[in-house]
């Protein structure tokens, strides 16, 4: 069965750097997400991405995030200056509609800022 | 999207059904009903959606009423592997993203 795949599986780094946090969606999929869950709160929501754009993003999704698609399969999350706060697990996930047969998200990356 | 209720956390025993309910009472004409688990600080896991059918596949059935303010999901012979939380969630069409509520916590003893 086709996956969705992260890397890498936990990332620890330092408060104000920058991290990239990578997925490979499922090759026919066209809509891209990513997702993120706090320890021990709900899964929220960061920002969808279809025709090489950003479709919607909630107001967690500020200047400091930013997605990219370099290269037609990859799908990254970038992080420009980490703070505490961003430690949660972040889940990216991939659709072949916005509709139809729901997501799949991938196993996530647990992103630790210290 | 319209706001969904869920218990908490529901008990089953193995090789039993597990029926996990959902209310949507503001539901409207175009949203569907989806259901996901999240097993451990797992990925969400996507199971089963509908619009205001029944339907069945090989993990799950779900049971839609005929006014859509509520739902069942059911796992007709729960297994220990089926501990997890479960998440309805109700979404348009025209909307991309999962909204995510507490859900419930489905816990399968032997």
């Known amino acids: 069965e086709p996956e969705v795949t992260q890397t890498p599986s936990h990332q620890v780094t330092q408060m104000g750097q920058e991290v990239i946090l990578r997925c490979v969606p499922i090759s026919n999929h066209l809509y891209f997400y990513w997702y993120r869950q706090i320890l021990g709160q709900k899964v929220e929501f960061l920002v969808s991405f279809y025709n090489n754009e950003i479709s919607e993003k909630s107001e967690i999704f500020d200047d400091q995030f930013s997605v990219e698609r370099p290269d037609g399969s990859n799908f990254t999350l970038k992080i420009r200056s980490t703070k505490l706060e961003d430690s949660a697990m972040y889940f990216c996930?991939?659709?072949?509609?916005?509709?139809?047969?729901?997501?799949?998200f991938g196993s996530g990356t647990r992103l630790t800022v210290v | 999207d319209a706001k969904t209720t869920q218990p908490p956390s529901m008990d089953c025993a193995e090789g039993r059904a597990a029926n996990l309910p959902c209310n949507h009472s503001t539901i409207s004409g175009n949203e569907y009903v989806y259901w996901y688990r999240q097993i451990h600080s797992q990925g969400p896991q996507y199971i089963i959606h509908?619009?205001?059918n029944n339907e069945t596949n090989e993990m799950a059935s779900l049971i839609i009423t005929e006014d859509r303010k509520s739902s069942t999901l059911i796992l007709p012979h729960a297994t220990l592997r089926d501990t997890a939380v479960y998440y309805c969630i109700v979404r348009g069409t025209s909307g991309s993203r999962l909204t995510f509520g507490e859900g419930t916590q489905l816990t399968v003893n032997p």
């Open positions: 996930a991939s659709s072949s509609t916005t509709e139809s047969y729901g997501y799949t």
């Open positions: 509908g619009l205001k």
